[in-house]
Structure formats: structure tokens, C-alpha cells
């Protein structure tokens, strides 16, 4: 069999390089943004936070086989492959939000780079250049590329599988099919060591569903053969969710039935030990793709209307070729077959569907006119309003969200007393993860004895503004009485 796709190259490829810089242009500007917004936003609640909070304690407590979201509490909910990164960079740099943000930009970094393998072979030189500029200015890949969170580790692992496929598959030898499906393997152990089998699931399902549709049975039959690829993938997970079940009885059945079974087919379900689930409507997931790509969607859109109105498949597939188009389709539909049903999902969750989605906007727009400002223009519209959003309106309204205002004037009006006997803040209600964070755990180990000097209260209308030291949405600062 030959491992060369009949149709994955365009039919009339713009090999020169010159059409493509406005678009690697875009894209370092874009990284850049991203770059330099990580330290302008407060840590908000409840996800930043709670994950800078369990990274920042695994730095402390030197604990790296089980990340804790308290001093006392491990944390079942994930294993702890992002939270290495975080706790990793910390403990390089410093507590702080600049380094809690950076291993997600590395991450989304490694994700562009893979998108980049997966289509080196296939597409021009002006096509990759547009996909990645356009997937880094995706609103939620922006967003996961600079957030404390697993999600841009998941995409990162997610896409290092898919296009670790697609390389097996337009291989042109067995050899270079079979080092892709060791990369594939690669790929899965680590997306089993960032959010477990439901990654494993996301990281697959398309490569399966592309096997099923393009008939790939060779290129299955070769990667499940291979022993080598086995023992990556196990190699690389069992070892920890062994040792984590070890240290932490009781692991495995709550992370496996709970996290994965319970918290998607029930509505509300209650058995989250670390926060609240979510009752989404059913099909959710659908609008949450949109809106994580909606300015390219709707660019595509236009593009569309603009061209030939006969042969849309056609045409998308000539563009494409057909194999990789199918792929795009697979790519972009696993999260929408997997969350549909499910009830209990956030709009990150839509993050694994933008790759097939740009590949899906690449097929809009003839690749001969992809260097033209009509296009990258778009791009350039998008970064600044990016910009807008990320440097100005952003670090505003973090404030509102996170307890980190309120911390700092407590510590400013203590002085060398705060976080003593003599000088104790007191929360009316358990505080949130902010606080903690931002009290570098100060607040956890607070003298019992302490002279209650300062309140942490409900933010009450009625009460004169001037009182306040400090405010966020829900809380205010004030002088106990």
C-alpha cells in the first residue's frame, strides 16, 4: 500500500514563502499580546485561582506526585501534568501571575507547533502561516494560551495525537508512518496525564472516526502492532495513577466513576468535591464552538459568499485535498458527538474542535489569495481588538473577580503586622482561592489568638462606599468594629 494520500496537496499550491509573512507576522504579534498581557490580570475566581493556588502549594509542599488544593486537601479532580508546569515555572520565576500564566503560553505554543507538522507535508508554505495565525487568534486558544487552567496542556496533548495521525497517514513510507504512530503514543500518555480517559477519548476519537470514514485500516493495524508505541503511552501514565492511588486511597474510584461518568450525565450532580457542577442546556456545546471562533467563522463565511457558489465540497476539498478536508470535518465534530448530551460543561471545553475549524476556514479561501490584505487584514482587526479586551478592558475587570485588592490593603494598612496576632483578618464566609493565594498561604495558618483588626465582609449597598479600604464584586474590606 502506498502511505502518500492521492489528493492532500492543493491543486495549485503557492509554494513562495514572501505571501505568508504578513501572516507569521500576525502570528508573532499575536504570541507577543499574549505574552505580555499574562502578568496585567489579577488571578481570578474560581478556576485561575483555585489552579495557581494548587500549583503554588505543590511548590511549597514539595509534593509532586499529588497536587493539594488546600495545605490538608489533595486534589482528585486532575492529574497533574499542567499543574507541573505551573508549579515548574513558579519555582523559576517566582510566585507570582507572570509565571502561574507561562506554562499554558508554552503549551499553546507546542500545539501551534504541532498543527504546523501536521500540515508541513500538505498544504503551502502561506496556508500553515494562516492556520496558525488564525488558530492563535481563536478568542478561547487566546485566552487558554495565557490562563491558569489544564486547557491549554489538553489542546497541546489533544492536537500532538491528531497530528501525529494525520502524519501516519500521509506518510510516505512504513517507517515514517511508524515514528508518526510513536509521536501518536507520545501524544496519549500525555493527554492521560492532564484530564485522564475523557482526554484520552477527545486526543482519539477523530483519528478514529477519520480511520472509519477514509478506510485507514492499514495505518491503524500498523500503529496497534507496534509494541514500542504501547509501552510509550503506558509507560508514560500508569506509573503515576498507580503511585497517586497509592499515596491517596480512594483516588482512582472518585477521579474515574465521579469525574468522568457522573459529573456529564447528571445535571447538578453533587458528588464534586471542588466546586460546583454546572447544568448547561442540552447541545450547549455547539454554541460554545461558535463563539470560540467566531471572528474567523464569520470571515469564512464571507469568504464564502464571495466565491463560487456551486461545488461548495468541491471546492473545499481541492483546497484541502480530500483526505485532510474529511479530517478537518472529524477533528471539528469529536467535541460536538461527545458533549451534546452532557449538561455539565464550560466554554473551554470547546477548545479541541478549532483545529478542524480552521482547517474548515482554510478551505474557504483559495490559497492564491491568502497573501492578499483583504484576509490578513482581518487578522490584523482581530489582534487589535484582542488587544483592546487583554490589556485595557481585562485588567479592569479581573479586579472584580479576585480577592486581590482586598489582600493588599489589608497587608498596606497592617504593615509589618499583618498576618500576626496583632494585626488578624478575619472572612465572614469561607474565603476563595484568590485570598490564598495572594496571602501566599498566609492566610491558611493565621494565629488562632489573633486581634481581629480588619473584616473581610458581603458587599452591602447600603453601607457608606467610603468605609471600604477595598472592594471587588462580591466582597469589601473593612475596619472591624
Known sequence: MSFAPTSLAPASPLRSAASARPWLYLLAAAVLLRLLSLPLMALTDHTEARYAEIARLMVQLGDWVSPHVTPTEVFWAKPPLSTWGQALMMELFGVNEWSGRLASLVWALLGLWSLDWMLRASLAPVQRAAALAVLMLCPMYFICAGAVMTDATLMATVLLVQAAWWRAVSAADAADARRAGRVLALGLGLALLTKGPAAGVLALLPPVLHALWRRHWVVVTRILK????????????????????????????????????????????????????????????WLFVLVSALPWVLHGLVARLGGRRSGVRMQAQERLGADLWAYA?????????????????????????????????????????????????????????????????????????????????????????????????????????????????????????????????????????????????????????
Open 226 to 285: 507496534d509494541p514500542l508505541a504501547w509501552l510509550i503511552w503506558l509507560g508514560l501514565a500508569v506509573p503515576w495513577y498507580v503511585w497517586a492511588e497509592h499515596r491517596t486511597p480512594g483516588f482512582l474510584q472518585y477521579f474515574l466513576l465521579g469525574e468522568h461518568v457522573m459529573r456529564f450525565l447528571q445535571p447538578g450532580w453533587k458528588g464534586d468535591r471542588y466546586g460546583f457542577a454546572h447544568a448547561q442546556p442540552i447541545g450547549m456545546i
Open 329 to 481: 470535518l472529524c477533528i471539528a465534530a469529536a467535541p460536538l458527538l461527545l458533549f451534546t448530551a452532557a449538561r455539565n460543561i464550560i466554554p473551554t471545553y470547546a477548545v479541541t474542535a478549532l483545529p478542524g475549524v480552521v482547517l474548515l476556514w482554510l478551505a474557504q479561501v483559495d490559497a492564491q489569495r491568502l497573501g492578499m490584505a483583504r484576509h490578513w487584514g482581518a487578522g490584523v482587526v482581530v489582534l487589535l481588538l484582542t488587544a483592546l479586551g487583554f490589556l485595557w478592558l481585562g485588567p479592569k475587570e479581573s479586579l472584580r473577580a479576585s480577592d486581590r485588592e482586598l489582600v493588599r490593603a489589608y497587608e498596606k494598612a497592617c504593615g509589618v503586622q499583618a498576618w500576626t496576632s496583632a494585626c488578624g483578618l478575619q472572612y465572614a464566609s469561607k474565603p476563595d482561592h484568590s485570598a490564598f493565594f495572594y496571602s501566599a498561604g498566609r492566610l491558611y495558618a493565621q494565629p488562632a489568638n489573633a486581634v481581629m483588626r480588619y473584616q473581610v465582609l458581603d458587599r452591602d449597598p447600603q453601607r457608606a462606599r467610603g468605609e471600604a479600604l477595598a472592594c471587588n464584586k462580591h466582597l469589601c474590606l473593612y475596619v472591624a468594629p
